[in-house]
């Protein structure tokens, strides 16, 4: 897989960078953000990953090592029980606004940029023959829906391919929102057609980042370190744009913003999304109704592989009935 073409050179050209992602899809910037910050919000996520006993006590918490013991994944009930002060972290909200980032976005948007409320933090554990939550190829749109966004995946601290940086294939964007199956991974949408483009990925720097578009297909490598890759993935806007109603609210499981804010020692960035007043529309279900009733049929014929889809029903949708459906294949599958 070839390494991503870098694109800091155009950093400060909006007009260059909107033009270079309408054609790869995909632009990979060094140090968007200063190193020290993302290395800042790590450090405060491990201690919390520390405390949630998901780290290896023989080596420092700094070291991010995993207990391999403590694997889990979003949206099992032990990962949310950690996750949740993760999320809420009020230094990890504010990389996400962070001035070089608005200012970027409102560079390539020629007005200013709505970061979505919602974002998501992810802490992959490593790969081994027990456990892999590898995110598979797919693409944001079906997930984020409303008008056209940019996704921005940024790694807490160094991210070498081994330890599961994110792979775009470049190009891709152009063929429009493309055919899906249940898959294992995050948002258990997988593309299920042949994927055109290139895969390209790289090795990330603390500071460095990469933006895509909703329909640039991605995926995760493998993390084969022994340490749990820390990353966030946010998505932005331009601010006159609608925004799906989903992308409002904290990120599932997290409780209300009132919840979120309660722990923080600072209002600095709570609510910053009113003054832009966005115009807010119901997000497009069909992709998860077409999703749900796959999972339904492969549970049904005792296909396991539909479980992680079937946890995201059984916790997330709004629809009871589906949630017990849910929740009973889930208890066939011996989950
Ligand atoms: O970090 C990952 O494993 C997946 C990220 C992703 O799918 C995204 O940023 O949209």
Redesign the pocket.
């Known amino acids: 897989m070839r390494d991503f073409l870098d694109s800091t050179a155009l950093m400060g050209d909006g007009p260059a960078l909107a033009a270079r992602l309408r054609r790869d899809g995909y632009l990979f910037l060094r140090g968007l953000l200063p190193g020290a910050a993302v290395l800042e919000v790590r450090r405060r996520l491990l201690e919390k990953a520390a405390a949630g006993g998901w780290l290896d006590r023989a080596h420092p918490v700094e070291a991010g090592i995993a207990d391999p013991a403590a694997a889990c994944k979003d949206p099992e009930e032990r990962y949310m029980t950690v996750f949740r002060g993760i999320w809420a972290d009020e230094a990890l909200h504010r990389l996400r606004t962070h001035p070089a980032v608005l200012a970027l976005f409102g560079r390539m948007f020629g007005e200013p940029a709505l970061a979505h409320p919602m974002f998501?933090q992810?802490n992959?554990f490593p790969q081994s023959e027990s456990f892999d939550f590898t995110?598979g190829a797919?693409q944001?749109k079906v997930h984020i829906g409303g008008a056209t966004s940019h996704?921005l995946?940024v790694p807490l601290g160094d991210c070498p391919r081994e330890k599961?940086a994110?792979a775009v294939a470049a190009g891709s964007h152009h063929a429009g929102v493309l055919e899906t199956r249940v898959g294992g991974g995050?948002?258990g949408m997988d593309i299920s057609v042949p994927i055109p483009g290139e895969w390209v990925s790289g090795a990330f720097e603390a500071g460095d980042a990469l933006i895509f578009s909703d329909t640039t297909v991605?995926r995760?490598l493998p993390n084969r370190s022994p340490e749990i890759r820390l990353?966030f993935?946010a998505r932005y806007q331009p601010a006159s744009q609608p925004v799906a109603e989903t992308n409002m609210r904290p990120y599932s499981g997290c409780g209300t913003w009132e919840e979120v804010y309660a722990g923080w020692s600072s209002d600095d960035q709570q609510y910053y999304w009113k003054a832009l007043s966005p115009v807010v529309v119901p997000l497009d279900r069909s992709h998860y109704e077409r999703r749900d009733r796959m999972a339904f049929a492969m549970a049904e014929s005792g296909d396991a592989t539909a479980r992680d889809a079937l946890l995201r029903i059984a916790q997330r949708d709004p629809d009871e009935a589906k949630r017990r459906r849910a929740e009973g294949l889930l208890r066939g599958l011996g989950a």
Request: aromatic share 6%; net charge negative; charged share 20%.
């Open positions: 998501v992810r992959i995110t797919h944001d996704a995946w599961g994110l995050a948002g991605h995760a990353s993935d």
